[in-house]
């Protein structure tokens, strides 16, 4: 099963897709995941993501599409995998399908989840509280004023792959504002019927 997670930062997609891990055994693809491993790390990627992410705008397409077209070649990504936070552009949701294409495997469904600008920022807000309770570390894009350039980077480059998805009859909303079980559940029902097409 291969899916993409959409919607703006802090809608649920990182906590739905680790449901989705341990029920399905596919691993989860997190773009910002991989690219905060690579700036941990310091490496080439890294040290030229920094900046931009730190900033909230995004990192460029060149160098997410090389990240994930690597990642899906390795044997965990035999059965499939949840793309969360990628594709993030239209170029990006081109270059998605080509690395597929080329591989022949097939997208079975790309959800939405659809959540009211309203709570985002309170959201982001107790995840850093949380994180920080833990004793985790404390994403530096997680602030009030990081989080308003992250969700006009949404709106402009993100969000038309709304349409995009829709216009191939593959977008399927699911209402991110239920409660976690909940949302998940709706996921499952979609995916049902997703995957047996
Ligand atoms: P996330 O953890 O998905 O919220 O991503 C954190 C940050 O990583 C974003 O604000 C971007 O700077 C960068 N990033 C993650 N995924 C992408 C992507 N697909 N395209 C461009 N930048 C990305």
Same mark, same amino acid.
């Given at each position: 099963?291969?899916?993409?997670?959409?919607?703006?930062?802090?809608?649920?997609?990182?906590?739905?897709?680790?449901?989705?891990?341990?029920?399905?055994?596919?691993?989860?693809?997190?773009?910002?995941?991989?690219?905060?491993?690579?700036?941990?790390?310091?490496?080439?990627?890294?040290?030229?993501?920094?900046?931009?992410?730190?900033?909230? =705008? &995004? *990192?460029? #397409?060149?160098? %997410?599409?090389?990240?994930?077209?690597? +990642?899906?070649? @390795?044997?965990?990504?035999?059965? /499939?995998?949840?793309?969360?936070?990628?594709?993030?552009?239209?170029?990006?949701?081109?270059?998605?399908?080509?690395?597929?294409?080329?591989?022949?495997?097939?997208?079975?469904?790309?959800? =939405? &989840? *659809?959540? #009211?600008?309203? %709570?985002?920022?309170?959201?982001?807000? +107790?995840?850093? @509280?949380?994180?920080?309770?833990? /004793?985790?570390?404390?994403?530096?894009?997680?602030?009030?004023?990081?989080?308003?350039?992250?969700?006009r980077e949404y709106y402009k480059k993100t969000a038309p792959l709304i349409g995009y998805y829709h216009a191939k009859g593959m977008l399927?909303? %699911?209402?991110?504002?239920?409660?976690?079980?909940?949302v998940t559940s709706q996921i499952e029902t979609v995916l049902a019927t997703a995957v047996q097409k």
């Amino acid at each position: 099963m291969r899916l993409i997670l959409l919607g703006p930062p802090g809608a649920g997609k990182g906590t739905q897709a680790q449901r989705l891990v341990e029920k399905h055994g596919i691993p989860q693809l997190s773009t910002g995941d991989m690219l905060r491993a690579a700036v941990k790390a310091e490496t080439p990627v890294g040290l030229k993501a920094k900046a931009v992410m730190d900033a909230g =705008e &995004l *990192v460029s #397409d060149a160098i %997410v599409n090389a990240i994930v077209a690597e +990642r899906i070649d @390795q044997a965990d990504c035999a059965k /499939g995998f949840i793309l969360d936070g990628y594709p993030r552009t239209l170029a990006q949701a081109d270059a998605v399908e080509a690395m597929l294409a080329e591989r022949r495997i097939k997208l079975d469904a790309v959800i =939405e &989840l *659809v959540v #009211d600008d309203k %709570v985002l920022v309170g959201r982001i807000v +107790r995840r850093a @509280q949380e994180a920080a309770t833990a /004793g985790q570390p404390v994403r530096k894009d997680d602030n009030p004023e990081v989080f308003e350039e992250r969700l006009r980077e949404y709106y402009k480059k993100t969000a038309p792959l709304i349409g995009y998805y829709h216009a191939k009859g593959m977008l399927k909303g %699911v209402d991110g504002m239920a409660d976690i079980d909940a949302v998940t559940s709706q996921i499952e029902t979609v995916l049902a019927t997703a995957v047996q097409k």
